[in-house]
């Protein structure tokens, strides 16, 4: 050869930011996730500052009559007890928050357990463990929890663990399906001698994708615990301390006056929805963009 | 095909297992003492004791558990606190209300779900997809009691065009045969009952579906996507079949499978979901049975109840299995 | 109908071409890009011929085939000019319910891999009867026994054991020759087959090629054979289209293309394959990477990876001209013309060596 051809000119590819650059660009342009978005940032903005945007004190009673309907300084109305019902709403906004965000670091963290020691050691401690995981499926999710809640006790840990409890399962599948896929690999690599480097290669692809895979979950995880913790309470078996501000609770409290005030079931059951359908458009949003298959 | 059931019911019978020793180390777990948690505070302690003893508390653990499982065999779930009736007794007369109310929200959720999915896959990426997969994530996000509540104050209150609660109109009386109401009212040859049970069961039907009806719909959407992109469905337009044909013979047909899978798992949802649904409705139902079990702290209830659900999970579980094993041949001839 | 009634009655005329692809532009869009993925492919194919189409991944060459069955994935493929003309009638302008009759009963395509081309939820039996039924009025027992016929003549041992087997209790070359039985069912007198062997084993491949060769010569049909696989092409086809980038870069007679490759990219081709007759040449990779077909073609395609590049390659795109000039164009048959695309085509020398053998940028 006499020389070298010319570089590449036509050959020219988008550069890849990586598979969070990538998605973050994918993201952007979804547009019901934008939505989701926002609508978390309202859900955290309230919950974060509630004292200084709730206008009354959510435990002061007797502002007004029982079920007075929305006025231009009561927006919600007040509850039976004369309470503000804007500033329950808002104040319950960092129970759910508070409530949501521990039952799932504490479903990661069980799930997590479970799903490492399944599949980092495989064999007959994965059995086990996927069948311990199997009976937790086992009961339908809310009884799951109504029964932890039966057993410990109402009241919010009581709750969180319960909620906890009930989504550790999806964490501990995906956990384990990586590991799993990555012990298989090793073998592979292994017998096929690849060396230390194929060994890094395969931690820089599977552990990546059981991340993307698990922070998709735990997204929809808490869209999920927010509205278990409200049926929770709805039941019954919320916090016993009546102060407290949580949304099931205070939709119970309210059902009796259906009729008279159905300005108090509104209140929190928008913030419900929309606190829930953030995280859903968001997991959703975050599940597709993070997919590398970009046929679609 | 018989390997693969007699396998199944075999994998299903340590899950009931482990349920049983979970179950009924609830009891037998409680914080303090179970008979004085039963009996309250207040008690005498000669009937703590008594209670004690009608317990078993002083026996062996393992031997505890045998007699559980013993009693279980044998149909024995205990009593309920409230009523001192058999708790399984008072089970099966509660639970033909939450089938009924589950039946009516499956047949809800899939009669609506797999159309709107398909007519979603359908016009992908257009205008009409973005609505079915916007509102399908909104509808996963109200939970029932929202919904529920909503309804019951559009419909019932403010619209008056069907009932708030209940089975049936009190003024009706139909005799229970079966204690499914609509086939109690045909029983009873009594229409206008009949059409009254079916404007009760629409409401709760509705917010008992929903989520269902979300999730339904967005794994067939996507299913009949998947499936559409596959090479065979290439080949059928190459053999050049009707589109109609293409449609129903080989996407659907494939598309199918995930979409049992999902119906099965959300029938576990739909149990679940029933005892909100019941609160909120004042269903006569198990679901309603427990939430005021928990109240009374009436734990032989809460802990049979647990235990039959998961059971009937199971069973329905293991039936969607062998529907699936039979729709799909490579799973039927492994 | 036989296929030799249907010959008789085609309304293309004596000695026509069956096939003809006129300037064939096929773009893939989605909202934020452009594929230029065929950039004016014109190539004929007569009555029993079989002519295969050469590139890599890529190239073109599968897409060129789908578009001409209007099987490209909607919406995003859309054959955006050119002509496909079959049997006398354009089937780019066709209504899609006439495509459809054509489609399985004059045109049939085989995909390339068995293991997904065949629907898994029915049996053999249904998937071969189907075509079958859909074109013609025939009874169930007689499309059954049909099914038999063409399951024998692909050679699957007991053919009626096997009618209510699924695809997956098959291997991958029973597969492929259940694939051929349903493509031949309605004897069509063209056969497109998208790399029928890449996903087989080297074993069975020579069996399956064999077996696509013996059936289309009985039944007359032609045969399109797409392959990236140059060892294919010459124990099957009689000539040769060799794709690049969505071009149609060098045509010609088989053996002529073996013997005096004229396009550097086949130059390239050829001497990157490992040869058996002993010469010790050593294998020359061709440099590069294909080029970004998500840019609107600007210049000979080829050009950033030739080592006989000149200075207007860069610009202007070469269209295929006779490698000997003068000559008539013959474009189909034994007495097709040898063309290549190519300002600056290889000298015999040169293509010999694989590499330029003067000054680069100057001609021969």
């Keep these: 050869m006499t020389t070298s051809p010319t570089p590449m000119i036509l050959v020219e590819e988008r550069a890849s930011r990586g598979l969070w650059g990538d998605a973050f660009v994918r993201l952007r342009r979804n547009k019901p996730a934008i939505v989701g978005v926002v609508c978390i940032i309202l859900f955290v903005v309230v919950a974060l500052f509630a004292p200084v945007l709730a206008p009354f004190d959510p435990n002061k009673t007797g502002l007004g009559p ?33 409530v949501g965000i521990i039952s799932v670091t504490i479903g990661l963290t069980i799930g997590g357990i479970l799903g490492a020691l399944a599949g980092g050691a495989g064999g007959k401690t994965d059995t086990i463990v996927m069948r311990f995981v199997d009976v937790m499926l086992a009961v339908p999710g809310i009884l799951l929890a109504i029964g932890i809640v039966a057993w ?42 690849m060396g230390a480097d194929g060994r890094r290669l395969l931690l820089r692809h599977m552990l990546p994708n059981a991340l993307t895979a698990l922070i998709v979950a735990a997204t929809l995880a808490l869209a999920t615990a927010i509205i278990d913790v409200a049926g929770l309470g709805f039941l019954g078996l919320g916090p016993p301390d009546p102060s407290i501000a949580e949304w099931g609770t205070m939709l119970t409290d309210s059902t009796e006056a259906l009729r008279r005030a159905p300005w108090l079931i509104f209140a929190p059951g928008i913030a419900i929805v929309i606190s829930a359908i953030g995280f859903n458009l968001l997991g959703d949003g975050l599940r597709e963009s993070l997919d590398p298959r970009l046929k679609r | 095909m018989l390997k693969y059931i007699v396998r199944r019911l075999i994998g299903a019978i340590p899950v009931l297992f482990g349920l049983s020793i979970i179950l009924f180390a609830f009891i037998h777990l409680l914080p303090g003492d179970p008979a004085a948690t039963i009996l309250g505070q207040h008690a005498k302690p000669e009937l703590v004791a008594q209670m004690r003893a009608r317990l078993g508390l002083d026996l062996p653990l393992w031997q505890q558990y045998l007699n559980y499982l013993a009693d279980l065999a044998h149909g024995n ?17 509660r639970f033909p209300g939450t089938i009924e109310l589950t039946i009516a929200a499956m047949i809800y959720s899939v009669g609506l779900g797999i159309p709107l999915g398909r007519f979603a896959a359908r016009h992908y990426q257009t205008l009409s997809d973005g609505a079915v997969t916007v509102l399908s994530l909104v509808g996963i996000s109200i939970p029932i009691f929202v ?78 996507l998947d499936v559409a992109n596959e090479d065979y469905v290439r080949t059928a337009r190459a053999k050049g079949l009707k ?50 079990a928990i109240e009374a702290h009436d734990y032989f209830v809460i802990q049979s109840s647990i235990l039959l659900f998961a059971f009937i999970f199971l069973v329905v579980n293991l039936l969607v299995d062998i529907m699936y094993a039979f729709l799909n041949p490579r799973i039927r001839y492994a | 109908m036989t296929a030799a009634q249907r010959a008789a009655t085609s309304r293309a005329g004596v000695g026509e071409p069956l096939l003809t692809v006129r300037d064939l532009v096929v773009r893939f869009r989605t909202h934020d890009t452009v594929v230029y993925a065929v950039n004016g492919v014109t190539f004929d194919v007569a009555g029993g011929e079989t002519v295969g189409l050469v590139g890599e991944s890529g190239c073109g060459k599968s897409v060129t085939n789908l578009a001409i069955m209007r099987l490209l994935a909607k919406p995003a493929g859309r054959i955006e000019g050119g002509s496909v003309v079959f049997d006398g009638q354009d089937l780019v302008k066709m209504p899609e319910q006439d495509v459809r009759e054509i489609r399985g009963r004059d045109v049939a395509m085989i995909f390339q891999d068995p293991m997904t081309s065949l629907n898994p939820v029915l049996t053999i039996e249904e998937q071969l009867t189907e075509t079958l039924r859909a074109h013609k009025q025939v009874t169930k027992e007689s499309a059954r026994a049909r099914a038999i016929e063409l399951l024998s003549l692909v050679g699957i041992p007991k053919p009626e054991t096997r009618l209510s087997s699924f695809p997956h209790q098959f291997s991958g070359g029973m597969r492929q020759r259940v ?14 087959a998208d790399e029928p062997t890449t996903a087989l084993d080297v074993t069975i491949q020579a069996q399956v090629l064999e077996l696509i060769r013996d059936l289309t010569q009985n039944l007359g049909t032609a045969v399109i054979l797409i392959t990236h696989d140059l060892g294919v092409v010459a124990g099957m086809t009689q000539r040769i289209n060799v794709m690049y980038a969505g071009f149609i870069v060098e045509a010609g007679l088989t053996t002529d293309i073996f013997a005096k490759p004229s396009h550097p990219y086949t130059v390239g081709l050829l001497h990157s394959i490992p040869r058996i007759d002993g010469s010790d040449e050593p294998l020359i990779p061709i440099e590069g990477a294909p ?74």
């Design chain 2, 243 to 292: 589109e109609k044909r293409v449609d129903s013979r080989h996407i659907m047909r494939n598309a199918w499978l995930p979409v049992v899978t999902v119906i099965g798992l959300q029938f576990g949802g739909l149990l679940g979901g029933a005892v909100i649904t019941e609160t909120v409705f004042a269903w006569n139902g198990v679901g309603k049975w427990v939430v005021e």
């Design chain 2, 147 to 224: 919904l529920g509540l909503t309804l019951q104050y559009i419909f019932a209150v403010q619209l008056h065009w069907l009932p708030a609660t209940g089975r049936i109109d009190g003024h009706l009386n139909v005799p229970s045969v079966t204690n499914f109401m609509l086939i109690d009212t045909i029983i009873a040859k009594d229409p206008a009952a009949f059409i009254d049970a079916l404007r009760h069961l629409i409401l709760p039907a509705i917010a008992l579906g929903s989520i269902p009806l979300a999730i339904i719909t967005r794994i067939t959407r996507a299913s009949v």
């Design chain 3, 179 to 192: 694939m051929i039985a349903m493509a031949l069912a309605l004897e069509p007198r063209l056969l497109i």
């Design chain 3, 291 to 364: 080029p970004n077909q998500r840019v609107a073609p600007v210049g000979c395609p080829f050009a950033p990876r030739c080592q006989w590049r000149l200075e207007r390659c860069a610009s202007e795109n070469p269209v295929l001209e006779a490698v000997d000039s003068g000559s008539v164009t013959v474009l189909t048959g034994a007495t097709a013309t040898h063309r290549v695309a190519c300002f600056n085509p290889p000298t015999p020398e040169e293509a010999a060596a694989g590499r330029p053998l003067r000054e680069q940028g100057s001609r021969a």
């Design chain 1, 66 to 98: 029982s079920f007075a309907p929305p006025s231009r300084e009561h927006l919600a109305g007040l509850d039976k007890l004369g309470r503000d019902e804007l500033s329950r709403v808002i104040y319950g906004a960092r129970i759910s928050l508070f």
């Design chain 2, 77 to 93: 779930l205990g009593n309920s606190f409230v009523n001192n009736r058999p708790v399984l007794g008072e089970f099966i007369v």
């Design chain 1, 152 to 193: 410990l006790g109402q009241g919010l840990p009581q709750i969180m663990l319960a909620v906890a409890i009930t989504n550790a399962p999806i964490f501990a599948r995906i956990l384990r399906g990586s590991l799993l896929g990555l012990r298989e690999a090793e073998f592979v690599t292994v017998s096929r001698s």
